[in-house]
């Protein structure tokens, strides 16, 4: 449900996006880093909202390879957790991936 809601929030500002741009297609003068020029309001709206989609999109792939590394890391560090406590003849009781708690117990 979660996933639907951004898709329709996405179409509804694309909307209205493309509506606004497309009621400015005037002429203005734009002052780029090192020289000025004249361009369609138009091409100066899309344009930035398609940096602006291409600059959160990079922010959100980052954020998303940290947290995949760091999820490696703590299965990596849970995997040696498991043989440690197998070599201390201790088991861990494992429920399906849904459960949120691991029982340790011990075997005797």
Known sequence: MKGQSYVILAIV???V???FAVSNVEAVDVNYIFWTGNSPL???ILFSVLMGGIITAAVGAVKVFRLQRELRR?????SLMDKKLQ????TI??????????E????K
């Open 104 to 107: 340790d117990s011990t075997n």
């Open 13 to 15: 500002f694309i909307i």
């Open 93 to 102: 009781e494992k429920r399906d991936k849904h459960s949120k708690s691991v």
């Open 74 to 78: 703590y299965k990596h560090e849970n």
């Open 87 to 90: 070599e201390n003849g201790l």
């Open 17 to 19: 996006v493309a509506i």
């Open 42 to 44: 138009i091409l100066v």
